[in-house]
């Protein structure tokens, strides 16, 4: 008997089977509070497993990895590319202090590729389970004709738990805290539309050999989003005075930092306090303006910040060295002065501190 589905272009054969070869990467996840296994229409977590809270919040975020996908597609590597998402998810629950519990998935395609849509989703659960978060569902869905066969797209959301008392935020922060910044382990899953102007406008493809970036430009640019999620939660469970946390994504470090400051402070970021990845200096070439004209896309090296009473700061910057992350003092939180026509106030949405950068980069 002939599918008029597959007819249509829409192979369910195909995902039944990349589902049996995510299996295992995905059962890996599930700790005690997960119940029932892969393939339910709902994924089910019991909150009594998470722990004892007098008044819990539940956290939630959402994102994808925007065009990153791009070089993913372009040298047909696609192991690395769930690390993104749960960076891009994950990491944004940690930042109000809660712990992740569970994470979702969606998965849109031209065309099902069993072997494809599995190595997505395992790199998917393998960051879930680097970070504790368990992965309890996720949908993959075929689009022919409105999607190019070998195009996808994917997105995730997670959900965390934290003490009513314990949220990180604005209303925290004050005047002589200080702020360290975690390193980055590249751009992470921001600004890739500028990374493939620059090498568009230099008649460079993601498939091409780039001096300057040290290999085939797609396979140098790929490198994964680094996880913080786990030793944010350590240096959270040491009882250090930790006001606020902001990771650092799209719009760069002064707009993400202004996000987490309250009206009326400032820090002014010395661009010198940390080293910029050689990456970005490449791309800034290829691209001819400086790095200065990139702050708002790129992170620049920097992916955590995390604003700190003065007395810890030197333990939070011992705990993300231990965790083999590089950081250092990049500011102080201040007084803003008045006239803050050269500084970024607030960001998407926020009516924030100000922030803005100094110095030159090293």
């Known amino acids: 008997m002939t599918d008029p589905y597959a007819s249509a272009g829409v192979d369910t054969e195909a995902g039944d089977r990349a589902v049996e070869l995510m299996k295992a990467a995905v059962s890996r996840t599930h700790g005690a509070g997960v119940l029932g296994g892969v393939g339910g229409f709902a994924g089910l977590f019991d909150l009594s497993a998470a722990g004892s809270y007098a008044k819990p919040l539940l956290a939630t975020s959402t994102d994808g990895v925007g065009t990153k996908l791009a070089l993913a597609q372009a040298i047909d590597k696609h192991d690395t590319i769930g690390q993104d998402l749960v960076g891009m998810v994950v990491d944004d629950i940690v930042v109000v202090g809660a712990k992740p519990l569970f994470m979702t998935d969606y998965i849109a395609c031209g065309r099902v590729v069993p072997e494809r849509i599995a190595d997505i989703v395992r790199g998917i659960a393998e960051a879930c389970e680097a970070t504790g978060t368990a992965l309890v569902g996720g949908e993959t869905a075929e689009h022919p004709g409105v999607m190019a066969p070998d195009d996808y797209d994917i997105a995730g959301a997670a959900v965390g738990i934290v003490e009513a008392d314990a949220v990180l935020g604005a209303e925290r922060v004050g005047a002589g805290d200080v702020v360290v910044g975690m390193a980055s382990s590249g751009l992470h899953s921001n600004g890739f539309s500028l990374v493939r102007h620059v090498l568009a406008e230099r008649g460079l493809g993601l498939t091409?050999?780039?001096?300057?970036?040290?290999?085939?430009?797609?396979?140098?640019?790929?490198?994964?989003?680094?996880?913080?999620?786990?030793?944010?939660?350590?240096l959270l469970e040491q009882g250090l005075g930790i006001?606020?946390?902001?990771?650092?994504?799209?719009?760069?470090?002064?707009a993400n930092l202004a996000r987490v400051l309250p009206r009326g402070l400032a820090v002014e970021v010395d661009r010198a306090a940390w080293d910029v990845p050689a990456v970005f200096g490449a791309l800034a070439g290829l691209g001819g303006f400086a790095?200065?004209?990139?702050?708002?896309?790129?992170?620049?090296?920097?992916?955590?910040?995390?604003?700190?009473?003065?007395?810890?700061?030197?333990?939070?910057?011992?705990?993300?060295?231990?965790?083999?992350?590089?950081?250092?003092?990049?500011?102080?939180?201040?007084?803003?002065?008045?006239?803050?026509?050269?500084?970024?106030?607030g960001a998407k949405g926020v009516d924030g501190g100000a922030v803005r950068l100094a110095g030159a980069f090293r």
């Open 243 to 254: 006001r606020a946390i902001s990771h650092v994504t799209g719009g760069g470090i002064a």
């Open 208 to 234: 091409d050999r780039v001096d300057e970036l040290g290999g085939v430009a797609a396979e140098a640019l790929l490198e994964p989003t680094r996880l913080y999620t786990l030793p944010l939660l350590g």
């Open 291 to 345: 790095l200065e004209d990139a702050e708002g896309t790129w992170n620049l090296g920097l992916g955590m910040l995390v604003v700190v009473d003065a007395a810890d700061a030197d333990r939070v910057l011992v705990a993300s060295r231990h965790a083999g992350i590089a950081a250092s003092v990049v500011g102080r939180v201040e007084q803003a002065p008045r006239d803050l026509a050269e500084w970024v106030q």
